[in-house]
């Protein structure tokens, strides 16, 4: 403490000179703690390369939603209503009615039986003796198994399997129209019921290709395997997260290649390299210890903790080059970009890890954990960056080569930098702010189409032009049946389930919703009453209703499928099938039931939502709706308030963050124009997008403060401003997206809108700091008054 | 201060309120004979059972409460609005104004105006009732023949007295579930005189054109109550009734009096016909047993069918030719008056529960999957 100043608090600006605390700890200090960051890299990579891919179902949905608070009360009851694969075998050429295609198809069957995990007495094929035809006689029913008996693959027999499959009511199901495909239907164990081993959804799906599709697909070339049901997806998502790996490689390459080009030291591109990839592994390692895995939100993490981590440190080289290149020697150097940048770097990051934090309000965990990851990584990043990364630069030092580049390439940077530094010109400035507020307008006009939800067919976790979604629209497209279901749960008392004014109430629902815009169809209990009655009644549709008799109720629904009644029969769903899973549909059909629900609940039956994939969708979008504006609202205010502290002025916040604001507004008008809608993936895009946005704005107006301190003139501060710190903000803005850039690629779909929105976010981002940020300034910033207030601080 | 002086004044009035606001605020889903169909634009793709002429307007019927028309060939239909919305299986106009549609829950539904607006005349209580009453004054009569009879043929009228009394318990057993069972089928001869049939042998007669309904069961020989589901008038004046186990019964009185024709069939009949010859009858039903009479049901012939698909209903263009139609979408045409068949299995299989006749050769069919428009063998238009 034998600067005075220091007791006043230091300011870096008005002690430039001074050696702060932490400079001087860190500095006094330096072989201990490299060895302390050398041990707990060991440790922390020990775990980092431990940690699992992990899909987990529950992270993913909104747990503390009413609906899924209902749905998984409840969830022992629907146990495997949902949880299926259907295999459709299909030819190629013909139709399914050869001896080749039958015996595939016995040999697939087979092969399925076998699967671990399959629930073999619910298994459905031609060759099930659980799929038959009936036909009323006048003794009253005959029937028998679709697979004539005595089938030899002749032609009398394959003609004997025709007339039994039109006779069996199984069209449309297990067979499609136009009779060139059908379907092996394999209900899962949730849990082995021997073992009690919960069924590995990875694996299970990696069987399904090598052993059905692969294996079969090669033997009978005549023949397409097509596969859905949710632990197809869920495998295909566990493969997409692996494949993205690959990517990171792509990322550190790319990155390093132009860390090379920047800098032009071996030493200047391979350290930020590596201190970035240490936070990495320290975040990684910290999550692995906390008892989390790599989801396919929080597998994207490190890729932006690398990113941040080279941006920073890319400043730091910047600096040490510039202090270098006055004739300091490496450790003097280092000191004084540490000096120069441990605020401002601190800010940014800190910053950032608050604007990943306001996400932990949304009720979803995969989204708390991606707060999480994200705010440890950017911790850390903060130690590895601001810290290490010094440190070890503090021994090798910047290159020749490298100082020289930063010389040489002066001058000519130096005329570029003058003709940008008229962004700040009261002649240019005014255009600046007409087009922000054209850009603003069009923002607003065009965002106003932006949706909640997921907006494409099929599976939206995955790409429309995925394998996965490609075998769903054959099935859809083949076959009655619809992907988006939402289940409404029907709660009786116990041994009521089936009671004539349960049945009546459920089959009142129905038509409601089928008479509701985005609903297909829908089914229930009362559904299978009526059908059985009629088939009772020797197949005549006029007995085609809900007997008021009970005992004839009871023998209709005596062979319900499993799954529409639970043990103890209080409980049976409604499934309804929707046309989509647009945030619409999904509101106008809950709308529907809720108002049902109000009603008419009462003792005999309880109307719940909500389970299936619709259900669960129709919650997750009612989260994220009421938390967009909230984490806005947070995140702006964070940055804003960190803003304020530092700079302690009130028009140098407007001028960092209306620029962000922009963005933010332009980046919802693409989600609208390129069909992205606001979902579990995309919410925290706004949030990241802003948090680290804000750095590149909190570097610019540091040194525009600092030189107009010194009493240049607004456009000569923002030249020196420039000169001294754009190309590593420029280069910061390139380096981020390269981060995030690579997940456009990825077979998972909300991957590659995340990455396609936040490349967007960092580079505008970057341009409006640039571009817009000085602009402002020549209209906010009153030099003269900072100038004023800076020398009575002193 | 208020309230409570006003409460301790009028005791038990303010308890009572009170209790009506502590109640929930949920009620029971009403029952379908007091739920109005709902209006939708579904019901020409839902099931419909039953389709008929009213004047130049087809009318057809069907689950929910739905009753459709269409003035334009079924190009357009406009729904009927209806007081219940329970399945409704069968439609008929006496003329072009006044229709009558049955169905579950026992219901009986009138209409004056071609088929727009319903009214219910009769529910499956007031049936019940009336098959009760009527099961009540025949064990009556048959107690005061038993005091009168000869010794001899007290114990064969006993017996039949012990199965009075079997099938009143039934009645009244199934009257305390509620109005349980269907009516199947209707005929109207004009604005007034009218027949409708249904389960468990249920046949009710009108003469002032629904306003009072008689049980006719005692004048059919059905003693075990057997479905009855299908009524008709065959050219010729006479009307025929089929139904399960291979009933036919005939009457040449207008209804006054039945007679039960020996069967060639033991399993149910669903349809009967004319094949507008006089005194020509055409009946129909499981697994496509067809059989054909040109003599009021004294003799029957054979009609084979191949197709093995139980038949529902039929019906006769001008020009002669006789389409029958039924389950799995099956379509039959005959051109010679019904002798022989030929039969078509539509695509997508879908059960037909009737079939009119449009203009030129086309069919208009309705059943499981709602209207469908055909060409003269069941084929969809190119």
Avoid at chain 1, 411 to 429: L, N, T
Wanted: overall charge negative; some cysteine.
């Amino acid at each position: 403490m034998s600067n005075p100043m220091h007791d006043r608090g230091e300011h870096y600006l008005t002690t430039p000179k001074a050696e702060p605390f932490l400079e001087r700890l860190i500095f006094n200090n330096r072989a201990p703690i490299l060895v302390a960051f050398f041990i707990l890299t060991l440790f922390l990579g020990y775990n980092a390369v431990k940690i699992q891919p992990d899909a987990s179902f529950e992270r993913m949905i909104p747990l503390e939603h009413p609906y899924i608070v209902n749905m998984l009360e409840h969830r022992d009851d629907l146990e495997n209503l949902g949880n299926f694969v259907r295999i459709a075998v299909a030819v190629e050429e013909g139709d399914i009615f050869t001896a080749e295609y039958m015996e595939t198809l016995q040999q697939i069957t087979d092969e399925v039986f076998y699967l671990n995990g399959v629930d073999r007495s619910g298994l459905k094929s031609l060759w099930t003796s659980n799929v038959r035809w009936v036909e009323v006689t006048e003794q009253g029913f005959q029937g028998g198994t679709v697979i004539p008996d005595g089938y030899d693959g002749s032609r009398e027999s394959l003609e004997q399997l025709r007339q039994n499959i039109l006779r069996s009511n199984e069209v449309g199901r297990l067979i499609s129209d136009n009779f060139r495909s059908t379907i092996v239907y394999a209900p899962l164990y949730e849990k082995n019921p021997e073992t009690g081993e919960a069924l590995d959804y990875g694996e299970f799906s990696r069987q399904l290709e090598e052993k059905i599709r692969d294996k079969y697909g090669a033997e009978n070339p005549n023949v397409n395997i097509h596969i859905v049901g949710f632990a197809k997806k869920v495998g295909d998502l566990i493969e997409g997260i692996a494949s993205i790996a690959w990517f990171a490689g792509i990322t550190i390459l790319l990155t390093t290649l132009l860390l090379f080009w920047y800098s032009r030291c071996i030493a200047g591109t391979l350290v930020p390299v590596f201190t970035s990839i240490i936070a990495v592994f320290w975040q990684l390692g910290t999550l692995k210890l906390l008892g989390y895995g790599l989801d396919p939100y929080s597998v994207l993490v490190p890729f932006l903790v690398f990113a941040i981590g080279i941006s920073h440190g890319v400043q730091i080289v910047n600096a040490m080059a510039v202090e270098a290149g006055k004739g300091f020697d490496a450790i003097t150097s280092a000191r004084l970009a540490f000096r120069a940048l441990y605020i401002p770097g601190m800010l940014a990051l800190i910053s950032d890890a608050f604007g990943f934090l306001t996400l932990v309000f949304i009720e979803i965990d995969v989204i708390r954990d991606l707060a999480i990851a994200a705010g440890l990584g950017v911790a850390f990043v903060i130690i590895t960056n601001l810290v290490l990364h010094v440190l070890i630069m503090s021994y090798i030092g910047i290159s020749k080569g490298g100082v020289r580049h930063v010389q040489n390439h002066g001058e000519k940077q130096d005329r570029k930098w003058r003709v940008m530094s008229y962004f700040s010109h009261p002649g240019v400035a005014p255009i600046s702010l007409l087009i922000a507020v054209i850009g603003l307008g069009l923002g607003l006009y065009y965002k106003q189409d932006l949706k909640v939800g997921d907006l494409d067919e099929g599976a939206p976790e995955l790409r429309p032009d995925s394998r996965y979604n490609k075998d769903n629209s054959f099935i859809i497209n083949n076959y009655s049946t619809s992907a988006d279901v939402l289940v409404v749960m029907v709660k009786t008392q116990e041994e009521q389930c089936t009671q004539y004014n349960v049945l009546r109430a459920m089959d009142r629902l129905q038509w409601e919703l089928q008479n509701t815009p985005g609903v297909q169809s829908s089914a229930s209990l009362a559904d299978v009453s009526k059908m059985v009655t009629k088939a009772l009644n020797e197949g005549s549709w006029k007995w085609y209703e809900i007997s008021r008799n009970q005992t004839i109720i009871n023998a209709s629904i005596r062979e319900a499928p499993a799954g529409l009644i639970n043990t103890t029969c209080d409980l049976t769903p409604v499934l309804v099938f929707l046309e989509d899973h647009k945030a619409e549909t999904l509101q106008t059909v809950v709308d529907r039931v809720e108002e049902f629900a109000d009603n008419f609940n009462n003792d005999e039956h309880t109307f719940l939502l909500a389970a299936g994939n619709a259900g669960i969708e129709a919650a997750t979008n009612e989260v994220i709706a009421n938390a967009k504006d909230i984490m806005l609202l947070l995140v702006y205010s964070v940055v804003s308030l960190l803003c304020f502290l530092t700079f302690r002025s009130i028009r140098a916040v407007a001028c960092i963050v209306i620029p962000l604001g922009l963005t933010s507004i332009l980046c919802e008008a693409i989600m609208a124009v390129s069909g992205i809608g606001i979902k579990v993936a995309t919410l925290p895009v706004i949030a990241l997008g802003v948090g680290i946005g804000v750095d590149y704005g909190i570097y610019i107006y540091s040194k525009l403060e600092k030189f107009l301190l010194e009493g240049k003139t607004l456009q000569d501060a923002y030249y020196e401003t420039l000169r001294s710190t754009g190309k590593a903000v420029i280069f910061t803005g390139v380096t981020l997206g390269l981060g995030v850039v690579t997940w456009i690629f990825s077979p998972i779909k909300f991957q590659a809108d995340m990455g396609f929105l936040l490349f967007f976010m960092f580079l505008w981002n970057m341009v409006g700091a640039i571009w817009l940020l000085p602009a402002l300034a020549r209209f906010l910033l009153r030099p003269d008054k900072m100038l004023a207030k800076a020398r009575a601080a002193k | 201060m208020a309230n409570r002086f006003i409460c301790e004044t009028l005791g038990s009035a303010c308890l009572g309120f009170s209790m009506v606001l502590a109640a929930p605020a949920a009620f029971a889903v009403p029952d379908i004979l007091e739920t109005p169909s709902r209006p939708t634009l579904l019901a020409p793709e839902s099931l419909l059972n039953d389709a008929t002429r009213a004047g130049e307007r087809i009318v057809a019927v069907g689950e929910r409460g739905h009753v459709i028309f269409s003035d334009d060939e079924g190009h357009t239909w406009v729904q009927g609005a209806v007081p219940v919305s329970l399945t409704l299986n069968a439609v008929d106009f006496g003329t072009e104004q006044h229709g009558w549609a049955v169905g579950h829950s026992g219901v009986v539904l009138h209409s004056s105006d071609g088929g727009e607006n319903w009214t219910l005349q009769l529910d499956g209580n007031q049936a019940s009732t009336l098959a009760i009453e009527s099961k009540q004054s025949q064990i009556a009569e048959l107690e005061e023949q038993i005091e009168q009879a000869e010794d001899d043929e007290k114990t064969d009228l006993e017996w039949a007295l012990d199965d009075l009394f079997f099938t009143l318990e039934n009645m009244q057993a199934d009257q305390d579930v509620g109005p349980v069972n269907p009516f199947l089928d209707v005929w109207f001869e004009d604005d007034s005189h009218g027949f409708v049939v249904g389960a468990y042998g249920m046949i009710l007669r009108t003469q002032d054109g629904g306003e009072n309904w008689e049980d006719w069961a005692p004048n059919l020989d059905n003693p075990q109550n057997f479905h009855l589901n299908s009524i008709t008038q065959v050219t010729g004046g006479a009307l025929v009734a089929v139904g399960e186990a291979g009933q036919i019964h005939v009457s040449v009185d207008g209804g006054d009096t039945w007679e039960r024709r020996e069967s060639p069939y033991e399993g149910s009949l669903f349809g009967v016909m004319g094949t507008g010859q006089v005194n020509e009858v055409l009946t129909f039903g499981l697994r496509g047993n067809t059989f054909r009479s040109t003599d009021l049901g004294r003799s029957w012939t054979v009609v084979p069918n191949e197709g093995g698909a139980t038949i529902n209903n039929g019906a006769v263009a001008d020009d002669g030719r006789i389409t029958l139609v039924g389950n799995g979408g099956a379509v039959l045409m005959s051109t010679n008056g019904g002798e022989s068949f030929r039969v078509y299995f539509r695509n997508d299989r879908e059960g037909v529960m009737a079939v009119v006749p449009l203009q030129g050769t086309d069919l208009l069919l309705v059943g499981e999957g709602g209207v469908k428009f055909t060409d003269a063998r069941g084929r969809n238009p190119n």
